[in-house]
């Protein structure tokens, strides 16, 4: 019985870990649907609304999270800035405490 609850526990962390697994974004550097790649400031405003984009995009498959067409590292900096900037990046509350 301890051996069947550690393969299933073994098994899970694995499909765990592979559903994790990274792809590469085969659209970078490729124009949507109206000639255009988002850059920097792109990513900006996008990770400033992602909550409410996240939220959206449960009930609307049209609506995604994250810019497929991008320009890579600059949108992807931006994206985590705007989401810092949304989330207050923490740094003020971890002072607070002390």
Do not use: D
Not at 9 to 24: D, N
Not at 34 to 60: D, E, Y
């Amino acid at each position: 019985m301890k051996t069947l609850s550690l393969l299933i526990v073994l098994v899970l962390l694995v499909l765990l870990l592979a559903g994790c697994a990274a792809t590469p974004n085969t659209l970078v550097n490729t124009p949507n649907s109206a000639g255009k790649v988002a850059g920097f400031w792109q990513g900006l405003w996008h990770g400033i609304i992602s909550p409410v984009t996240f939220i959206i995009s449960l009930f609307n498959h049209n609506v995604t999270v994250f810019e497929v067409h991008n320009n890579g590292a600059w949108y992807i900096l931006g994206f985590l800035a705007g989401v810092g900037a949304f989330a207050g990046g923490g740094g003020r509350a971890a002072a607070g405490r002390r």
